[in-house]
């Protein structure tokens, strides 16, 4: 590897990471996890890491640090800051720059911050140990940085313990809490995965326009392409711990040079071809459901809506609008006060457990964590299996032909029968997960969240699935997701929900086209795009709106 | 075949402790099964004056009524581990299960059972049965009984707590939707992923059970003499340690390698089941 | 503030609620012996006289519920009945007792806390190191010892050997000072090593559970100093835990003090219950265990009291 020589090294350079390697331990042994990257930051320049899970983006992230989880350690390379050596420099040299120097923002600010200190605390701790500024100096800066990312009460918030503020707050409050000291370089690992797509927006903005004011540069972590490309002047594509394609932002998102990347980018426009609704029966019914948890406040307001036979009916909403709620009355696990639910014209007992077999036989459930859905101690052949003898019982050897021809369907083959769970991907999971739903034979999928869980092109090879066994089985289903995008790619018809009431209901295209309802036009106007000047579009537009 | 080589790999990965315990835990065990054979003399027969040092023909000496010591030990592995033994199982197959099925059922039973538990737990075990055996006074069957039924509560707990944990698992959700009953859930999506935390509690229960029995022996309110008990033992035996005789310190250092033994196995299988896990 | 008062409160009433439980199952034990108390207690070789003078002394001849109510009221008159051995009244011979045992008890929590604590805190920031190893190891042999093995091997050590104490502690009204703690240190020393083991390894394992939480890396992340990071930002949040932790052993401290007293021939209550229970003196029994169980009651609702007090999300509600 040829190291740069110092005369070549811009003067605006910030940061150069040559030949990065970092192992993990795994099993009693040290294997790479980054395979030799190389990378570099200017001063007012973001750039975008991007990948899938195991890419290695966190990790390079916090190595830029000079830091490596507990079980990690930076084994090879250079990671110069300013003409300093980061990697494997002395513990009291690295304090002096982190926090400092380079400033940290998490994906999960609930976590990330202290739960027994203030956040205007928490905010001067580093300021303070640098003896940058005093307490009260502190203190009104962190009110001038609360302001300008629009948390509300400036003043007031700093003096509340994290558990007091909520999840996109706490999360602007932990941006603050990285410009306290004026940092020259930010890392930002992931921190709006955690959010709903419309506080994702406030976060997002909020970020940009500290970026863009201040004179720093960022990292900005992320699998989301089309978050990262509001923000980013460059790309770096990352898979299993090696650069993939690195370039400016916008000619990668117009002509990406490696597939890869062309797979990431378009992943996400996918489009079900809709055909119009035959007038007839619905398969299901749901009819004014009222419900709440353990005697408590309603969690569900008179929602209702029909699920016709062969059709895809999505369920959208953000957290605490009551779509998981739904599933939960449907499938009898939460019991509703008021409102009933009919299966091909027969009332249903809001109790599971005074529901019939074959009733329950007809609709199956897929879940939204296939690492949990499936039990660890079972083989393949037995999760698949068992559904089948439970309903069926049709002898030894039916059942194993039976349980081989669903592994066909799901794209598997014989070679799973014996394989226990953790020897299979998260996606050959909810491909089982899939199989053993399909083993009943039943009319209705309930898909919960099925594809929030995976990897982007695993998800996408996941719904690409469904809708073929759709076409061949003629089977509904109804999706719980709060993703558009594959509301998009899966759905006849949409069912919007906002704070436990369907808002707005009829098929795809005619809520997704204008006029909506309020809350249905957020909900769409936040989910990003991959065109980079969208948020700035967006924003001009509402505040154009409210103008 | 495959089984086999299953066990020498998992013993091959073991640390030192471990085999050690475990060569120790065996050791106990031979003993106890072939008591009779190995033992040089009988379990209650006086041989030899009082309190005769080691060595000649009493390896361990002799106890205060002149009685072999190294026979009285190997007698004591058998009734002491035994009963230990019997307790155990009484106690883990009734908190266990209680507790397992008080999971899963929910409701009622759960509540019922949970106040009766906490009533339990919030009182010290050892007080409880001293109160309970000077009511019911001290035989053996009265103690297995009473031990049993008072740690079967923090049985009760763990396996409670275990299968709540995984019974919200989504496949346990997948279950009940299929319409599987409660013993089903139980038996086969509940049990075979809470039994290695399970054993490892039965571990650490023989050992919690094995000292108890023993302070009890001790106090002279568990096994009752003529009977070889190792907490006996070392009462009978206590006066002896103020003429500098070490005789109590053997049957009460054979309680301590067992129990520790058994705490170097349970914890190296805790170490790897949460590396698993992990 | 007032959002911690009902939870108090709750907690209160929940220990008071297992109080009388006890009290129940404390009183039903005298009734579930088998066919007549007064002949089971006595024994088959009892006069009909003796037998009519017990079951008075007893109660027995009342019904149930009246007998129960009775009972409660004396007891909070502190009036706990006669011993059946000896005649004189149970309260008298308990009191002095019961205060050596809280000499004995308070002295090997006031070593075994602040010790075990600390190291437990070593332990955990020099995690893997040779004195973490050694103490790890040692403690996880310590924890399965038997008191009695403990108590032994200390008086074959220093007073056989070194006969530096005495192996007998018996504490006299007029003892000096010093005289005491000589007497005291064998038993203290026995029962701090039975629960120091122990408490060590949960406090260890209370911190390091904290150190692994993501405030904490963020904490190195923002370069705050090691020891800032323990003291500012770990132990805060590792308090409840140790807590909890530290009761639990005073209940097994509770355990140990008997077998303790025993060994020692030590003149407190835990001695006291062990020889009633084997003359099957049950007044003397009933008043001992209801001693026992509501310090042990008490003990837990403080640590309950203490954690919900050092909870943030409690303290500040949203």
Known sequence: MTEPTIKTIPPERLLTITGLEIQGKQDGKWRKVVKGVDLHLNRGEVLGLIGESGAGKSTIGLAAMGYAREGCRLSAGTINYLGKELRNAPESELESIRGYKIAYVAQSAAASFNPSHKLVTQFAETPLAHKMMTFHEAKTKAEDIYGRLFLPDPAGIGFRYPHQVSGGQLQRAMVAMAMACDPDIIIFDEPTTALDVTTQIEVLTAIKEVVKKSNCAAIYITHDLAVVAQLSHRIMVLRHGLCVEEGDARSMLDAPREKYTADLLAVRRQVKEVSPPKAEEPLLKVENITAGYNNGPAVLHNVGFEVLRGRTVAVVGESGSGKTSVARVITGFLPQSEGMVYFDGIEMSPYLKHRDKDRLRKWQMIFQMPDVAVNPRHKVKDIIGRPIRFYYNPGRKETARRVSELLDMIELNDTYLDRYPSELSGGEKQRVCIARALAAQPELIICDEVTSALDQLVAEEILKLLQRLQDELNMSYLFITHDLATVRAIADDVVVMYQGRVVEHGPRDEVFTPPHHEYTQLLLSSVPKMDPDWLDQVLAERRRLSA | MKKESKWIKLYKASPLSARIGLAIIIFGLAVALFAPLLAPYGESEVVADVWLSPGGEHLLGTDQLGRDMLSRIIYGARNSITIAFITTLIAFFVGAFLGLTAAVTGGWLDHLLSRIVDIFMAFPTLILALMILSVLGTSVPVLIVVVALLDATRVFRLARALAMDIAIMEYVDAARLRGEKTLYIVRREILPNALPALIAEFGLRFCFIFLFISSLSFLGLGIQPPTADWGSMVRENSGAINFGILTPLYPAGAIAVLTVSINMVVDWFLHRSAQIRA | ?318
């Open chain 3, 1 to 318: 503030m007032n959002f911690l008062f009902p939870i108090i409160i709750k907690r209160t009433g929940f220990a008071l609620l297992t109080l009388f439980a006890i009290s129940i199952l404390i009183f039903a034990g005298l009734e579930a012996l088998p066919g007549d108390t007064a002949q089971a207690i006595l024994g088959q070789g009892a006069t009909e006289e003796n037998l009519a003078a017990l079951r008075k002394e007893l109660k027995l001849d009342l019904p149930l519920a009246t007998r129960y109510a009775s009972w409660l009221g004396d007891l909070a008159h502190g009036e706990l009945g006669n011993s059946l051995s000896n005649g004189r009244p149970v309260a008298d011979m308990i009191g002095w007792r019961f205060e050596n045992t809280l000499i004995l008890a308070f002295s090997a929590a006031a070593v075994s806390i602040p010790l075990a604590i600390v190291l437990g805190l070593i332990c955990a920031l020099y995690q893997n190191s040779w004195l973490d190893k050694f103490l790890s190891t040692s403690t996880l042999s310590a924890i399965s010892l038997p008191e009695f093995f403990v108590a032994y091997l200390l008086i074959v050590i220093f007073v056989v050997q070194f006969e530096l104490f005495p192996s007998v502690a018996i504490l006299r009204p007029d003892m000096a000072f010093l005289e005491m703690v000589n007497v005291l240190v064998l038993p203290c020393l026995t029962l701090t090593l039975v629960v120091l083991a122990h408490m060590m390894r949960m406090t260890r394992a209370a911190i390091i559970g904290v150190l692994s939480s993501p405030y904490i890396e963020m904490a190195r992340l923002k370069g705050v100093r090691r020891v800032k990071i323990i003291f500012y930002h770990a132990l805060p949040n590792a308090l409840a835990p140790i807590i909890n932790v530290v009761v639990m052993d005073l209940a097994w401290l509770v355990v140990g003090v008997v077998v303790v007293e025993v060994v020692f021939v030590y003149p407190g209550l835990g001695q006291l219950l062990v020889d009633s229970v084997s003359k099957r003196d049950i007044p003397m029994v009933q008043a001992a265990g209801l001693i026992f169980a509501c310090t042990y009651i008490f003990l837990n609702l403080s640590a309950d009291v203490l954690s919900i007090l050092s909870n943030p999300k409690l303290r500040h509600p949203k």
